[in-house]
């Protein structure tokens, strides 16, 4: 059927609500990097999902909190120019019957706005059905979200009735991306925010947050099996040290796990080589921020 509808879809909400797991689960393949450390995102992610005669764009953005740097500074940036110019704003939030700071402020964004919003409450299946209603009722004091869904984003439970409300939103308009492509995100940056993911998942408290990824090489061979060179980069010289671990154990644990999801999305072998250096305090220093991909466009 030939996409005749767009719908642009911001998934905004507080750091580690989910919003990456839904975007994965709604675009049906590992696009956004997922970790139970908040501020696991860090740019503005589109997730790209073709249904009957529209084509939704989804928006995965990073969470709201508090900056602490000047990369900090940037995601709240990117956060808050994601809630403006898109048909729909969904609000994912937790089944906790008060409204947070963050979302208070993602709500009176959405007011400014003048945006249609639709409340989901995501991680469903931690709570019992009747908690809802306490969730639903704090929440509907606050704005008049268009609908409320709940969902598990991680049992896939309420996506379909997530899309169908979604479908609502979708106005006539061009195919903005073409068939198969699932994110805006180039290979060589996905393949960078593999590699990260797996520094949050096998790292503790402050260290994977102070590292930023760089691919230096990014070649296919003739027989299609795919050359890459990263660079992980940290703040400090003590951090270094805990990436590679006792004999190199811990960064040929964090490659070997990137490898396996890198071919996963590749479709192909990849022969990964990592490496690992300090920059001090790149998180303040705008042009670090920039080189690796923070762009304030």
């Known amino acids: ?156 439970d309420g996506l379909a009735e997530l899309m169908e409300q979604l479908s609502r939103y979708a106005a006539e308009g061009p195919q903005l991306f073409p068939d198969g492509m699932t994110t805006d995100q180039p290979e060589r940056q996905i393949m960078a925010e593999i590699v990260r993911e797996k520094l949050l998942r096998n790292l503790d408290k402050e260290i994977p947050h102070g590292t930023a990824i760089e691919v230096t090489k990014f070649s296919e061979r003739d027989n299609g099996i795919i050359d890459l060179d990263v660079t992980i980069y940290c703040e400090k010289a003590s951090h270094k040290g805990i990436i590679i671990g006792k004999q190199g154990a811990m960064l040929k644990k964090i490659s070997s796990q990137a490898r396996e999801d890198m071919e996963r999305f590749m479709g192909t072998k990849v022969f990964l080589q990592t490496w690992v250096k300090v920059k001090e305090n790149w998180r303040d220093n705008l042009n670090y921020i920039r080189s690796f991909g923070y762009d304030e466009q």
Do not use: W
């Open 1 to 156: 059927m030939p996409i005749t509808k767009t719908a642009m879809i911001t998934i905004a909400g507080r750091p580690n609500v989910g919003k990456s797991t839904l975007v994965n689960a709604l675009v049906g393949e590992k696009i956004a990097i997922v970790s139970n450390k908040p501020q696991t995102t860090r740019n503005r992610i589109y997730g790209v999902v073709n249904r009957d005669d529209t084509q939704f764009v989804l928006l995965d953005t990073p969470g709201l909190h508090k900056a602490r740097n000047r990369l900090g500074d940037y995601m709240v940036k990117v956060v808050r120019e994601s809630v403006a110019d898109v048909d729909c704003v969904c609000l994912l939030v937790e089944p906790i019957p008060h409204v947070g700071t963050p979302e208070q402020v993602l709500i009176d964004r959405i007011r400014e706005e003048s945006l249609p919003a639709v409340l989901v409450i995501n991680k469903i299946d931690t709570v019992e059905k009747d908690a809802l209603l306490s969730v639903m009722a704090a929440y509907s004091e606050t704005y008049d979200f268009d609908a409320i869904i709940p969902i598990s984003a991680e049992k896939h």
